[in-house]
């Protein structure tokens, strides 16, 4: 494909680029959608055949409310604004969303107590209506679930990940971006006035000027971030890949529920606990495992079933074994190794690194999804300063 000169190097090296998205995930398009426009000639590029095929289709597709994350963090600030933002772009543009709510359940005391500690986590980050629930108030909530309480948090929904990639993409268009597709970032070099891109075509390979550069390459975002020379050991940008499997429920038993249902995260878990979730047309799912590994691969292992059941029967009695069947995985982009504690986003000007203009964003992990407009309106702000 050849766009502006693309392919064609010497035209290509004549025009400058105002501003670089690397990805096409949902945070990339978000971000392409904020910053273009104004006059600014904005690209975005995408190594694979068009947007969204990697962790921004693989996910839970929960509209976060913002409990987990500590007060102030990065994570936190964006899922809660994301939040709110989400509900605002569905009921404006269209994208298909239901507000289901959410319980997180406690089946022993210890876990009544973890429960307190959330709805205080959650309140401290501004997630409004949090309520503790008892026995009897869980059981008509949820006639299906068995909890000695539950925290309800009326602000969790889901949305439709591919509509809203389809409002960003379109919105970004619209402002004037070109989105250029089977185009990797194999190379970026720091000049006076920006950086040199170089791009690996189905065919060609070839070079252009960007004033600044913006990393949303989700898995791929250390060694983009390594490209200008960046030591991303020293810097925390190592990415460690983290699976998390998906077990669909069929047939009646997809109706136990009628919100998201989740357990109290285990502090030793790189994610929030196998948990319950519903899909727009109401179909049940278990997920996301945790595993950590060393190359991506999406496989769901049969094999896995009974640690899936296991993990919910004990509050879902109802469910059986043969219910589940395998259905996806996805991959968490991880600042943080397995057994290591929780690291926040990274969404930084590396003006510290002498590099002016490239902003990475590292470790878009969960709530990444949520999160995608607010970061999207902070990476604007941080472009603004910059052109
Ligand atoms: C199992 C799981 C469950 C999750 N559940 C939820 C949830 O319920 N709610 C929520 O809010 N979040 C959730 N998340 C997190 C959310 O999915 C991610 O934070 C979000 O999708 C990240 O989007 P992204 O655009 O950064 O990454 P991606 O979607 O991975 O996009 C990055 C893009 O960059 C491209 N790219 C990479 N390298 C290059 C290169 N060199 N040149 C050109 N292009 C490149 C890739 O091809 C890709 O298209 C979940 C994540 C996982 C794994």
Redesign the pocket.
């Known amino acids: 494909m050849t766009v502006w000169g693309f392919g064609q190097k010497s035209k290509a090296m004549r025009e400058i680029v105002d501003v670089t998205v690397?990805?096409?995930?949902?945070?990339?398009?978000a971000v392409a959608s904020e910053v273009a426009g104004k006059k600014r000639r904005v690209y975005v590029?995408?190594?694979?055949d068009t947007?969204?095929?990697?962790?921004?289709?693989?996910?839970?597709?929960?509209?976060?409310a913002g409990l987990y994350y500590p007060p102030g963090s990065l994570k936190a600030r964006t899922?809660v604004e994301?939040n709110r933002m989400l509900y605002a772009i569905g009921v404006r543009n269209g994208v298909a969303f239901k507000k289901l709510t959410k319980v997180v359940i406690a089946t022993n005391e210890w876990e009544v107590g973890k429960l307190e500690a959330l709805r205080k986590n959650g309140m401290d980050n501004g997630v409004k209506g949090l309520r503790l629930l008892s026995r009897h108030e869980t059981k008509k909530l949820e006639p299906n679930v068995k909890a000695i309480a539950a925290l309800f948090v009326p602000s969790t929904g889901i949305i439709d990940?591919h509509g809203l990639m389809k409002y960003f993409l379109q919105k970004a268009k619209d402002k004037g971006a070109q989105v250029v597709y089977r185009?990797?970032?194999?190379g970026i070099a720091k000049t006076n006035t920006g950086y040199w891109v170089e791009?690996q075509e189905a065919r060609e390979r070839f070079n252009f000027l960007t004033r600044t550069l913006i990393n949303?390459?989700?898995?791929?975002?250390d060694?983009?971030a390594a490209m200008p020379g960046i030591d991303i050991t020293k810097a925390g940008y190592r990415l460690h890949y983290?699976?998390?499997e998906?077990f669909s429920v069929s047939g009646g038993k997809g109706k136990l529920v009628k919100r998201l249902v989740y357990p109290v995260p285990l502090p030793e878990l790189a994610?929030v606990g196998i948990h319950v979730?519903l899909d727009l047309d109401g179909r049940m799912r278990l997920?996301?495992g945790v595993e950590y590994i060393k190359e991506i691969n999406y496989k769901v292992e049969e094999k896995k079933k009974p640690f899936f059941y296991e993990s919910v029967k004990n509050f879902l009695p109802d469910l059986a074994l043969e219910d589940l069947e395998p259905e996806m995985?996805?991959?968490?982009?991880k600042l943080q190794g397995s057994g290591e504690k929780q690291k926040d986003f990274v969404i930084h000007h590396e003006t510290d690194k002498g590099l002016p203009g490239l902003i990475n964003?590292v470790g878009?992990?969960?709530?990444?999804?949520?999160?995608?407009p607010a970061i999207a309106k902070m990476v604007g702000n941080m472009v603004n300063e910059i052109l």
């Open positions: 690397i990805g096409a995930g949902v945070v990339g398009l590029l995408e190594k694979n947007f969204g095929q990697e962790t921004s289709s693989r996910n839970s597709q929960v509209i976060h899922c994301g990940g185009s990797k970032v194999t791009v949303c390459a989700g898995l791929g975002a060694e983009v983290c699976k998390g998906y994610g979730t997920g996301p995985a996805g991959i968490r982009p964003l878009i992990e969960s709530p990444g999804l949520t999160a995608s």
